[in-house]
């Protein structure tokens, strides 16, 4: 008899996921179907499209895992009442945790680096102070994890005129974000500024720590960024010197803590979540100045995972299963079956060369938020196209940088590092070549944000597409960027991705298989 475990994340970045056995077959986001970013939330949409596209009565769920935020004013507990075994959990580190397992070949060291997880007594502590997770170390044995080191810290409230704040490394980028783009999700913005920075002796230093488990953030920079007009214009070199200063010491402390990770539990597979591990320039430092064998990230290992690790949790802790869990990055509905045999691949990789955008739509939407090629829009890294996705199509900052995607068989060309990563979530070095010829793709510190296409991917139209692509034009690779339009999320249903195309001027998409032109 089959069994069903749901995973329940009612928090920002809500979502639900579900088990069916061993295998994670189908999971999704609330943003994608109230099509409000970063949602927050009782995920009962998330829950009813599982139900609904798994073909399961409540009655078929053996154990709902719901994790909350303590003192939420969001949740609705009537609804669970339908199912017949629910449990309500408030770890939030020990559940990102539990997600990147998902991604990891046996044995390793678990750091877990965001804004604010949970407090002490939601750890199963015996403390009543309000403190918050920062950071988290956990021993993983290939099934189940145990703690090893844990950071908490004080939320500050009314002190900055940013807002709330915390000795945190997700809260400092919150903190310039905010400052810079009034915006508390706009970290990546930051990331990509910090390139045209500089050192600014004006700018105190951030992070201060040692070798005895200290981290702490400098008053002094906090009163310094407090002192600054708000906001701070993006185009000031003030911000892209404020942002290269933020980066630059994050990559520095991030090398020291793994490194020391390494050499006290005498590991090299290490796999790093929460939100700050979407910062893919500072994984690509990880791999390139600490010994690690593998770098583990799962591709929502922001909030949005929360839920899988809840899953993942109850399978290994509460059920005892030991055996490997089976998953995919592309997780959501599938809307049409899509034969493979009838695509016209040439007539979209003519299209391409030609200069068009192209949006691809097929299979499910992918589980995070990096769109790795079904929900897509995909372009030549010609001269001009970066300008053009920028102030055109995406109506966004000009200064930001777009991933690419290749085939693996074609990574030596692109870069002469052995670093890559199938998610587009670790930035790669260019090779010489790549950076004078194709400045359209790469960032101005010389490095991609790259999905890589394996060969067990051959029957997917991003693969065919690439491999026509060279062999009949040389090109070897393409812009991969996300299928929406600015302030909304991903398009998760057909109808979205035909209206947002006709929105941002995209002319094509191929539409589960079906070239259609939604413009004239």
Same mark, same amino acid.
């Given at each position: ?412 060309? *692109?870069?002469?590092? +052995?670093?890559? =990563? $199938?998610?587009?979530?670790?930035? @790669?070095?260019?090779? %010489?070549?790549? !950076?004078? /010829? ?38 070897? *690779?393409?812009?991969? +960027?996300?299928? =929406? $339009?600015?302030?909304?999320?991903? @398009?998760?249903?057909? %109808?979205?991705? !035909?209206? /947002? ?20």
């Amino acid at each position: 008899m089959k069994r069903y475990v749901l995973g329940v994340h009612s928090g920002h970045d809500s979502s639900a996921c579900l088990f069916c056995d061993n295998q994670l077959v189908i999971a999704i986001e609330k943003e994608r179907l109230s099509r409000k970013k970063h949602d927050s939330g009782e995920p009962i949409e998330c829950i009813e499209y599982i139900l609904k596209e798994a073909e399961l009565e409540y009655s078929d769920i053996d154990l709902v895992v719901r994790v909350n935020w303590f003192n939420s004013n969001e949740l609705n507990d009537e609804y669970y009442k339908v199912f017949k075994n629910v449990i309500v959990r408030y770890e939030h580190h020990l559940f990102h945790a539990y997600a990147v397992t998902l991604v990891m070949d046996g044995e390793g060291i678990i750091y877990i680096v965001d804004g604010r997880g949970c407090r002490p007594k939601d750890n199963g502590e015996k403390s009543n102070m309000d403190i918050f997770e920062t950071e988290s170390v956990y021993k993983y044995d290939g099934c189940i994890i145990s703690a090893l080191e844990k950071k908490y810290a004080e939320h500050i409230v009314g002190e900055y005129k940013w807002g709330s704040h915390m000795d945190s490394i997700g809260y400092i980028y919150a903190d310039v974000s905010r400052m810079i783009f009034q915006d508390y999700n706009a970290a990546g913005k930051v990331m990509a500024l910090a390139s045209y920075g500089r050192t600014n002796s004006n700018i105190p230093p951030i992070i201060k720590y040692d070798n005895y488990d200290i981290f702490s953030v400098s008053k002094e920079w906090l009163q310094f960024l407090n002192q600054q007009e708000f906001p701070i214009d993006y185009h000031s070199q003030l911000a892209k010197d404020i942002s290269y200063s933020l980066q630059n010491e994050v990559e520095k402390y991030f090398e020291f803590r793994v490194n020391t990770l390494i050499s006290k539990y005498k590991s090299n597979s290490i796999a790093i979540s929460g939100g700050v591990a979407l910062n893919c320039k500072n994984n690509g430092e990880l791999m390139r100045k600490c010994n690690i064998d593998k770098l583990g990230i799962f591709p929502a290992c922001g909030d949005n995972g929360i839920s899988v690790g809840a899953a993942v949790w109850a399978i290994r802790e509460l059920y005892h299963d030991r055996r490997k869990l089976k998953w995919r990055f592309d997780l959501g509905k599938t809307y049409s079956k899509l034969n493979q045999s009838k695509v016209d691949i040439e007539k979209i990789v003519d299209l391409i060369y030609k200069g068009n955008v192209v949006g691809i739509f097929e299979n499910g939407s992918e589980y995070g938020p990096r769109a790795l090629c079904n929900r897509s829009l995909l372009a030549l890294p010609s001269k001009g196209m970066k300008d053009y996705l920028n102030m055109k199509v995406k109506k966004r900052e000009r200064f930001r940088p777009f991933g690419g995607v290749v085939l693996e068989r074609n990574i030596g060309k *692109l870069t002469r590092e +052995t670093v890559s =990563n $199938d998610y587009m979530l670790i930035a @790669v070095k260019a090779r %010489d070549d790549i !950076i004078r /010829t194709l400045p359209d793709l790469v960032h101005i510190d010389g490095t991609i944000r790259i999905q890589v296409v394996r060969e067990d991917r051959k029957n997917t139209s991003i693969y065919r597409i690439l491999d026509i692509l060279e062999r009949k034009y040389g090109s070897f *690779l393409l812009i991969n +960027t996300s299928f =929406n $339009d600015k302030g909304e999320p991903i @398009v998760e249903q057909p %109808d979205e991705a !035909i209206s /947002t195309a006709k929105k941002i001027g995209v002319k094509y998409i191929l539409l589960n298989g079906i070239i259609e032109r939604v413009m004239w």
